[in-house]
């Protein structure tokens, strides 16, 4: 495998499921196993050890769900693409690609995998590798995630962090140059959630321009898929901490999973069920569907009891 090669084939990951929801689960795989290729060098690995810390992964990154399953490192255990990983049973038969994805028959036949002998060899260049970790993050998730994500799935990948924020991909669909200052236009240079407004000479400073649908995820650079908001509140509005209605007058929302003991940790509660701010433009006011799929894919919802 050529490096050309290995970068078309993880362009190819599918982003999103047949009902359009996210589908970051082989990315945060993969991800995981670079992280053990930089520590261990080698992505070998039992079921058994892999299940629990990318299980992990895909709670914090992945969409949200009513009940989080143990299975869920099995799907992409059983599910990656065999050009890339080859999973096997005890005794070294392959596992295909219509095995159970449940983790109680890969633990029944003590299921162990590793990346392809060419894939490895090519992570074994750093610039190599770093340009892997930055194209996942890149076609799979939105930005403001990137440290929590290098960070979650292992610190081998933190120190790779520089290079691969220098890197430009080919592959990369481009942005548009304009959304940051069309955004932050359309809403008065201030947070649409707490209406921080700061400039330093003239000059925003600490305010971003969010997608709602996240641009990795083919949502558009349109003025009604973008909010400002401050750095603290769009951090914790692409990690679902925080949530927006989409009903006739949409309100800020709180995920029921946010826990907080500082004054100003807990300031973040007294953010539920306020109104959105209106932008100065009307026709940036949030699109319902883009709304609809923050809510579905992104917002951390209360777990479903069980």
Not at 9 to 35: C, F, Q, S, V
Not at 54 to 59: P, S, W
Not at 192 to 215: F, K, N, P, Q, T
């Amino acid at each position: 495998m050529e490096r050309e090669e290995l970068f078309r084939r993880l362009t190819k990951l599918r982003r999103a499921n047949n009902d359009g929801g996210r589908a970051p689960h082989k990315p945060l795989m993969l991800l995981w196993l670079i992280n053990r290729f930089v520590e261990h060098g080698t992505t070998e690995v039992t079921y058994e050890e892999l299940e629990q810390p990318v299980g992990t992964l895909i709670d914090k990154f992945g969409p949200p769900v009513s009940r989080p399953s143990r299975d869920r490192a099995a799907t992409p255990f059983v599910r990656l693409e065999r050009h890339l990983w080859a999973p096997s049973a005890e005794g070294a038969e392959t596992i295909p690609t219509h095995f159970p994805d449940r983790g109680s028959r890969l633990r029944a036949v003590g299921a162990r995998g590793r990346l392809r002998p060419a894939v490895e060899r090519l992570l074994a260049d750093p610039v190599t590798l770093a340009e892997v970790v930055e194209s996942l993050i890149d076609h799979h998730f939105t930005p403001a995630l990137r440290e929590s994500l290098l960070e979650a799935a292992g610190p081998g990948l933190t120190d790779f962090e520089t290079i691969a924020a220098r890197l430009v991909l080919t592959t990369r669909r481009p942005r548009d140059p304009a959304f940051p200052r069309l955004v932050l236009d359309a809403w008065g240079r201030a947070c649409a959630m707490c209406g921080y407004d700061g400039r330093l000479a003239g000059m925003s400073v600490g305010l971003e321009a969010a997608h709602i649908h996240w641009h990795s995820q083919r949502g558009p650079d349109r003025k009604d898929n973008g909010l400002a908001l401050c750095v603290l509140h769009h951090r914790l509005f692409d990690h679902g901490v925080l949530g927006l209605t989409t009903g006739a007058e949409t309100r800020l929302r709180v995920s029921p999973s946010y826990e907080a003991e500082t004054p100003a940790g807990r300031a973040v509660l007294e953010l539920d069920g306020a109104p959105l701010r209106r932008p100065a433009d009307p026709k940036a006011w949030p699109a319902v569907e883009y709304l609809a799929w923050h809510d579905r894919e992104v917002f951390r919802h209360a777990p479903t009891a069980v």
